[in-house]
T-cell receptor
Framework: NAGVTQTPKFQVLKTGQSMTLQCAQDMNHEYMSWYRQDPGMGLRLIHYSVGAGITDQGEVPNGYNVSRSTTEDFPLRLLSAAPSQTSVYFC??????????????FGSGTRLTVV | AQRVTQPEKLLSVFKGAPVELKCNYSYSGSPELFWYVQYSRQRLQLLLRHISRESIKGFTADLNKGETSFHLKKPFAQEEDSAMYYC???????????FGSGTRLLVRP
């Protein structure tokens, strides 16, 4: 049981380039989300999805797009990378609130640097 | 608005000393509270859920609805407890998880 898998682990982009961060989970979780982690700011929600075909914006969505075509996958697209998007990105998934094992499972993160 | 506050950026204690990491929340509904731990450059791991009332690695946390707090405690800190600790609030109306800014715990020998 792999849990939540993120790729790549590291990435360097030039300003203006685009890329997709991949996230996949094998726990049949309905809910998936993307966070960015910056020093002193904790984790901030970028986008989330409550099921295939359903996505919504979080706290800091600008510059990012998501889609959820399957339950397993939730890729995050950077449309035109900016230095302000230099961060560590975490994908997470969870079962329903109220489920016995409710709780978020996180991926290992993608460390992105935009130069 | 929903908010999670961790007032201490850094907490430094000596090995064997008691530890209390503070967490206060603001939420009008019925919250689910969590503590997550992140060891150096690793993924976040679930440490505690308030509903399960477990004790993991010697840590406990009690939800105090009157004070809107969910402080994390351990009676005797160990060096391996050094890590970043995040308090998080799960909304009962959605799946969203709102994080505090985190507290770095440093346990000195």
């Amino acid at each position: 049981n792999a849990g939540v898998t993120q790729t790549p682990k590291f990435q360097v982009l030039k300003t203006g380039q685009s890329m997709t961060l991949q996230c996949a989970q094998d726990m049949n979780h309905e809910y998936m989300s993307w966070y960015r982690q910056d020093p002193g700011m904790g984790l901030r929600l970028i986008h989330y999805s409550v099921g295939a075909g359903i996505t919504d914006q979080g706290e800091v969505p600008n510059g990012y797009n998501v889609s959820r075509s399957t339950t397993e996958d939730f890729p995050l697209r950077l449309l035109s990378a900016a230095p302000s998007q230099t961060s560590v990105y975490f994908c997470a998934s969870s079962s329903r609130p109220g489920d016995r094992d409710y709780g978020y499972t996180f991926g290992s993160g993608t460390r992105l640097t935009v130069v | 608005a929903q908010r999670v506050t961790q007032p201490e950026k850094l907490l430094s204690v000596f090995k064997g000393a008691p530890v209390e990491l503070k967490c206060n929340y603001s939420y009008s509904g019925s919250p689910e509270l969590f503590w997550y731990v992140q060891y150096s450059r690793q993924r976040l791991q679930l440490l505690l859920r308030h509903i399960s009332r477990e004790s993991i690695k010697g840590f406990t946390a009690d939800l105090n609805k009157g004070e809107t707090s969910f402080h994390l405690k351990k009676p005797f800190a160990q060096e391996e407890d050094s890590a970043m600790y995040y308090c998080a609030l799960g909304e009962d109306s959605s799946y969203k998880l709102i994080f505090g800014s985190g507290t770095r715990l440093l346990v000195r020998p």
